[in-house]
């Protein structure tokens, strides 16, 4: 298994080969007798913790990111049984990863407090006026 390389916009990182680790199992679903005998279902693990090739402010934000996925010890799992061949699953499982990664490479923007326009506030107090008027209209007369 060759390393990962993970591209976003200006940065580039390439994850080694000892942080990653894969095994194969039976998959479910369509297959024939072939579901019964081949291991084509792949679970990558990638040692978050453990790895020097992120900063750590990228690992915070890639947990984050990977939610229910990341492990007691700190591994991102991801499974890929999309096809029915190993090699392809295993390529399609490093490209979650590697997609996951380039998400965690972007540093959100701050955001800013403002305040609403004049304009806009008028805007809002008159319609509010106007449905206000619009439901005491509905409402029955004294007769």
């Not at 591209?7 to 000892?18: E, F």
């Not at 792949?42 to 890639?62: I, M, Y």
């Not at 996951?100 to 107090?125: H, I, N």
Request: hydrophobic share 35%.
């Amino acid at each position: 298994m060759d390393p990962l390389t993970v591209q976003s916009g200006a940065h580039i990182v390439v994850i080694p080969v000892g942080d990653l680790s894969w095994s194969a199992s039976r998959a479910s679903g369509p297959g024939g007798q072939n579901v019964n005998k081949v291991s084509s279902k792949v679970e990558l693990r990638f040692d978050l913790r453990g790895t020097q090739a992120l900063t750590a402010s990228v690992k915070a934000r890639l947990q984050l990111l990977a939610g229910h996925a990341v492990d007691g010890e700190g591994s991102i799992r991801i499974v890929s049984q999309v096809t029915r061949d190993q090699g392809r699953n295993l390529d399609d499982a490093r490209e979650k990863l590697a997609l996951m990664v380039s998400r965690a490479l972007v540093v959100p923007k701050r955001r800013r407090a403002t305040k609403p326009t004049r304009g806009s506030t008028e805007r809002r107090l008159k319609a509010k006026r106007v449905d206000s008027q619009k439901k005491e209209g509905r409402k029955k007369v004294d007769g």
